[in-house]
């Protein structure tokens, strides 16, 4: 059963200097005090009942964040990563998952376009081959898919009530 407990930031408290600029990562172990979006927690229990998940970026505080793209342009080169000031992994609305039993790219592929096709109005998908879209919490050699709520409606629900 996947939990808030999955989405903790990984953040280890290292640094790294790109670019003359000191990134500090935070020391990790905290979630967003909104909580973890309940419709993405929703959708995650479900697929890992169906293929086996486990979260392997959950939770991303802005620091921490900020290092992950930091490491990434410094051991990559890659400028645009570090501009990536933004990500739903702040909010608790975005979430990046390797599955037990299918590790093939075209594989995830598929099963995840089944996805789109049903639940793509609420939540955006996209699945990274072994060699791209690797910041430090996806660290490993497998395809992953990254999911996220589309709608910023409220902070913590699908279940947003206007009261206009």
Known sequence: ???????????????????EILYVDCKGGHLPSFGIDKYLLWFLNKIDKEYGIKITSGHRCFKHNLFSWALLAFETGDTKSIKKYYSKHIYGKGSDFITKEY???????????G????????LWFKVYDINEGRDSDNNHKLPYVHV?????????????????
Not at 115 to 122: D, H, L, P, S, W
Not at 153 to 159: A, D, E, L, V
């Open 1 to 19: 059963m996947i939990t808030e407990k999955d989405f903790i930031c990984k953040g280890n408290g290292s640094f790294v200097r790109y670019n």
């Open 103 to 113: 590790t093939g790219f075209t594989k995830l592929e598929h099963i995840v376009e």
């Open 115 to 122: 996805y789109r096709k049903k639940y793509g109005k609420n």
């Open 148 to 164: 996220q709520k589309r709608s910023l409606n409220s902070f913590n629900s699908g279940n947003f009530i206007s009261t206009i």
